[in-house]
């Protein structure tokens, strides 16, 4: 059972409600839900129709539509509920019997709203059952995930990833391959929400089973590529970063499936690595190359996920890479822990209240 519904459940309804008032932000979490609503149920040329409109035509043009798509994805039984609801809402009378032994009638406003109200706790019903499976499989994730600083003799490693909602498609992993040897993985799989985060589990164990016997890193990513492509789903890939590291070594071997370049940042500079091949899983012969990287002492390795990038505010700016370098260029002396937190700092920050559009993931290596 939800966890938020439990607790309101144990609490009487008006300290529920005192606590919904003083939390405040009314207007601003109606605002934000009402653009949600328009971002769910209107596609992208009715938004563009809806621009050209007035305000007056607009408003009555959208709640047509958003009713409208409201009512195709309901079940058929509740679409008929809702309709008969809303009739019933709308047409002020009162429907009865007169008989002998029989005298009754009803408010039919009042029946409307009963009606409404049932389907919207049906709804509801269905929308926690999906949250508590959704919740389940976060854990699962959490339970998956490396800790965020594994012990590397001559290394500092920070790993980081943040869904933007329940589960994510993002996956940042630390294996270890042999005697004194790891590997580290920043994979970002197509798509969102449980389908991304079945993949990319499925992404996890296909590189944790081949991992310990890599004697090739670019065989290592064909063998993957070719696992990936044939169970994945049809127009779906994943965009990776592997690096292979030893202890007390200053030398990072990597290969690059498709993702945002890395970059190193070194005292007052940042280097921009090469672009990689091909996504996993777009082409089955997909051949892979690797880059050599001979890290200086304090410099500092980044890999970032696209939801870092692509991070937009509430005027639909991209965060983008040339906020990324400037504050990389500023944070050569610190930890990479301090180095991402500063990151994430600026990226929330620059974010506001707007909700995240893709999971953020972060992975920083620095020679020690």
């Not at 329940?166 to 630390?174: A, M, Q």
């Not at 007390?248 to 990689?276: D, R, T, W, Y």
């Amino acid at each position: 059972m939800n966890e938020n519904y439990k607790r309101n459940s144990e609490k009487k309804l008006y300290e529920t409600l005192k606590d919904d008032i003083s939390e405040g932000g009314f207007s601003t979490n109606i605002s934000k839900d009402y653009s949600d609503l328009k971002e769910f149920f209107l596609t992208g040329e009715r938004k563009q129709q809806l621009s050209g409109m007035g305000k007056v035509k607009r408003f009555f043009y959208m709640l047509w539509w958003m009713l409208k798509e409201l009512l195709f994805k309901l079940n058929p039984t509740r679409r008929l509920l809702l309709i008969i609801g809303i009739v019933f809402l709308v047409s002020a009378g009162r429907f009865g019997l007169n008989g002998n032994n029989v005298n009754f009638s009803y408010d039919t406003s009042v029946l409307g709203g009963i009606i409404i109200l049932f389907i919207l706790m049906l709804e509801l019903k269905d929308k926690l059952l999906a949250k508590d499976e959704l919740n389940a499989g976060k854990s699962v994730q959490v339970a998956l995930m490396s800790e965020k600083n594994p012990k590397v003799n001559g290394w500092k490693i920070w790993l980081f990833t943040e869904p933007a909602n329940e589960v994510g498609g993002d996956l940042v992993d630390f294996v270890k391959t042999g005697e004194n040897k790891y590997g580290i993985t920043l994979a970002d799989v197509s798509g969102k929400g449980l389908a991304a985060a079945l993949l990319m589990s499925k992404l996890q164990t296909i590189i944790r089973a081949f991992a310990p016997d890599i004697k090739d890193l670019s065989e290592f990513g064909e063998k993957i590529n070719k696992v990936f492509h044939k169970d994945i789903l049809p127009n779906s890939f994943a965009s990776m970063v592997y690096c292979a590291i030893e202890e007390n070594s200053n030398n990072i071997e990597i290969f690059n499936a498709g993702h945002l370049p890395p970059v190193i940042i070194k005292e007052n500079e940042i280097e921009i690595l090469p672009k990689g091949n091909v996504a996993l899983a777009l082409s089955q012969n997909a051949k892979f190359t690797t880059q050599n990287i001979v890290l200086e002492n304090n410099s500092s390795l980044i890999i970032f996920s696209d939801g870092v990038t692509e991070a937009r505010n509430v005027n639909g700016i991209f965060f983008g890479t040339e906020r990324i370098n400037q504050i990389l260029k500023t944070s050569y002396q610190l930890s990479p822990q301090q180095i991402g937190e500063k990151l994430l700092q600026h990226v929330k920050s620059f974010i506001g209240n707007e909700k995240k559009y893709d999971d953020l993931s972060i992975v920083i290596l620095k020679k020690d």
